[in-house]
């Protein structure tokens, strides 16, 4: 089966319309973040790197009420400003020695 240029070339011409619909469209979902009430949204892998903490201390936080979360869609996630507002109150009960 032979396939003339014109014809490879209006082929390879469509493929590469598909890719860059593709490519559009990972940008897309990947400019938009998980976001509530306007505010950005971590989830628990986020949050242990950014308190530098274990998955069991983030647990007791959740239980404790000490850190809000949401579940959505079975996963956990938690508002950057409510992560922010832990790490201040943590640091107002600090007194250096």
């Known amino acids: ?30 400019n938009q973040k998980r976001s509530i009430d306007g505010e950005e949204l971590i989830d628990n892998q986020d949050v242990l790197q950014i308190l530098k903490i274990s998955s069991r201390t983030l647990q007791r936080y959740r239980s404790s009420g000490r850190i809000p979360y949401y579940t959505i869609s079975g996963k956990l996630y938690y508002k950057l400003s409510d992560v922010h507002q832990l790490i201040r109150d943590s640091w107002s009960g600090y007194s250096p020695k």
């Open 1 to 30: 089966m032979n396939i003339d240029r014109s014809e490879f070339l209006i082929w390879m011409e469509r493929i590469m319309e598909r890719f860059n619909i593709l490519s559009e469209h990972i940008k897309d979902k990947s």
